[in-house]
């Protein structure tokens, strides 16, 4: 079935440092929805960004991703890291494309933590 | 930004009772769903719902689970009768349905069943 695979459940970094989340997927559908949510402390999840289009980069309030369907990967990446991007992150997939009846399969999610 | 309303934030009840979780979607949304997550766990497709209607299920939408959306009121969750396992956070969520969707989280509600 599908599933979302993300590796690090815990990220600690220095304010500045470059962010990367890994995001792998797998799913027998072959145009695949990816997303990346981000929930801060008490707060509802929040779309950060969302792709279907193979190798294409898609960015977002200084954060980017790109859709890679050789590797089936969607990691997360910023440049410089803010201490106000300290939250917990999901990587998700839709398992029914762009369509809204599309269930959202979601990694275990990533809490990264920036520190001054 | 819309925002999806879920109330209330937290609830305790004792194994048996029955627990309304409910949901106040974004004004227009015609896609609702309800996501289920155990603590420590990934967050988990329970339902959607569309035009008065269940469209999908998982498998852990048990028997005793039941949604609805009287009237373009809330969108409930009831759970009757709740088990020990049921205890988890809910999430709703909600969608216009058109162009590459976007669903829409609630801050969610924690279950605690004793």
């Known amino acids: 079935g599908d599933s979302v695979t993300q590796t690090e459940g815990l990220v600690t970094l220095t304010e500045g440092l470059p962010v990367m989340l890994n995001c792998t997927y797998q799913t027998i559908y072959s145009n695949p929805f990816l997303f990346w949510y981000v929930q801060h402390l008490n707060e509802s999840p929040r779309l950060l960004l969302k792709?279907?289009?193979?190798?294409k980069r898609t960015e977002h309030q200084g954060f980017h991703a790109t859709l890679h369907k050789s590797s089936s990967s969607f990691h997360l990446q910023k440049s410089s890291a803010q201490l106000s991007d300290s939250a917990l992150y999901y990587c998700a997939l839709s398992d029914r494309g762009g369509s809204a009846l599309g269930r959202l399969h979601f990694g275990a999610g990533t809490q990264l933590i920036v520190i001054p | 930004g819309p925002k999806v309303l879920q109330i209330p934030s937290h609830q305790i009840i004792d194994m048996g009772q029955m627990v309304t979780l409910n949901c106040d979607p974004v004004s227009n949304h015609l896609y609702f769903y309800w996501y289920k997550q155990i603590l420590g766990q990934q967050m988990e497709f329970l339902v959607n719902f569309y035009n008065g209607k269940v469209m999908e299920k998982s498998k852990l939408f048990k028997d005793q689970f039941s949604v609805e959306r009287p009237d373009g009121s809330y969108f409930t969750l009831k759970i009757q009768p709740t088990a020990l396992e049921d205890s988890a956070v809910y999430f709703c969520a909600s969608s216009p349905g058109t162009g590459v969707y976007e669903q829409y989280f609630g801050p969610g509600t924690r279950l605690t069943v004793l």
């Open positions: 792709s279907f289009t193979d190798n």
